[in-house]
């Protein structure tokens, strides 16, 4: 079991250092001037703010990086879906289809157990049907507490018939 182990971190570091050898010296400086510049700007942000001074930014760049974190990446996976009283749930993927990407729902009620891809357009979650057409369109809901290190993403809206959705993992 311990050579098993030896072995795995021995061939670990050998892919390791094979790729940064296919990594031009050039990039691999870049990157570490970027990574700098990242780290001294968290250092700057994480400074206090006086309480003299009045905010530098609008309160709605103050809402940017929520938007921001909703992406193809930070959608994709398992979610609980409530469609007015009932519970059922969507798959997202990252797999393209047509204008978004590959969705699928499990014991939604018509019309969401037709959602066939999803797509971000619009700071809004569109969920689509087969024929692309929008059954529902969510917005990102404000997170109620930011005390949490990631905060969730949960997800609002209404169907053609007034019946509220939410979206939540």
Known sequence: M???????????????SACMRSVPIIEQEHDLSAAQIEEDSMVESAEP???????????E????????????QTISG????NVGEQLC??????T???QGFRASTRLCPAPLNTVHSWQIKD??????????????????QPAESDDSPAPSLN???????GTNVSLSR
């Open 78 to 81: 398992a979610w609980r879906l």
């Open 49 to 59: 703010a006086k309480v003299d001074e009045e905010p530098s930014t609008p309160p």
């Open 61 to 72: 760049a103050a809402e940017a990086p929520a938007v921001a974190m909703v992406n193809p």
């Open 2 to 16: 311990v050579n098993f182990f030896k072995i795995l971190i021995l061939s670990s570091f050998v892919m390791l």
């Open 89 to 94: 749930q969507i798959f997202t993927t990252h």
């Open 96 to 98: 393209k289809l047509n």
């Open 155 to 161: 997800f609002v809206g209404k169907l053609a018939d």
């Open 123 to 140: 700071n809004q979650l569109n969920l689509l049907n087969s024929a692309n057409e929008i059954i529902v369109s969510l917005v990102l």
